[in-house]
């Protein structure tokens, strides 16, 4: 495992700076997320001995049980939820993660004002948009994610540092990635986390900041 994930590693991010190149963009423009979610401490240990720092998670309880000890012995670990999260897990979200990309109705920017207020503490939000309209899927759909932004800065003054989506699977990527990117644009936003294993070079031409790598890394989940 160790030596594979960690070969693994490499190879991304030398794909990473090969797209970083064509599109002409600094490879420091992009954070590499690793997305460690179902896997254990020991796979995720060499993954680290490699220097990578940033991680995502898909479930606040998962993360809650495997990385306190992980992180209490590595500095400078920066976890990402990139998963759904319920209005209820605001409060350990807000406590554990650095980045939450899931951000997508109005119950959960209530509960996340109320805990990035109560402990101090401000990660970095990221609308999900589903813009695809699947209507099994989560996030705000992209006719409405203007006044969705509006609301999260207005109604309950969260800091939104960037937009995150999921193509469809069996669609061509490109199209949603450039409609995430022009939504960004018009509403002042930074950030967009977009493209994953098989879809992060074309991410990357489209301007993403942040790009979800797991199986890429890992290996293939079990």
């Not at 401490?41 to 993954?47: L, R």
Request: hydrophobic residues 45%.
């Amino acid at each position: 495992m160790s030596s594979d994930s960690s070969t693994g590693l490499e190879h991304v991010r030398a794909e990473i700076a090969r797209a970083c190149k064509d599109a002409g963009r600094d490879p420091a423009s992009v954070t590499l997320v690793a997305v460690s979610k179902t896997f254990p401490a020991e796979a995720i240990e060499p993954v680290i001995a490699s220097g990578q720092r940033v991680f995502g998670e898909n479930r606040v309880q998962e993360a809650k049980a495997k990385w306190p000890p992980l992180m209490a012995k590595h500095a400078g670990i920066s976890l990402h939820l990139i998963g759904p999260l319920q209005s209820n897990k605001a409060k350990e979200a807000v406590a554990l993660f650095d980045a939450i990309h899931s951000v997508d109705r109005e119950s959960l920017c209530a509960a996340l004002a109320r805990e990035i207020e109560k402990q101090g503490k401000s990660p970095t939000l990221f609308v999900q948009v589903n813009t695809g309209a699947e209507p099994q899927k989560a996030g705000v759909l992209p006719e409405e994610t203007d006044a969705f932004i509006a609301a999260c800065r207005g109604t309950y003054g969260l800091a939104i540092s960037g937009l995150m989506c999921i193509p469809p699977v069996g669609e061509a990527p490109g199209p949603h990635f450039a409609l995430l990117a022009k939504i960004a644009r018009r509403n002042g936003l930074e950030l967009l986390s977009m493209g994953m294993s098989a879809d992060f070079a074309s991410a990357i031409a489209m301007g993403a900041t942040h790009v979800r790598v797991g199986s890429a890394i890992f290996g293939g989940r079990t």
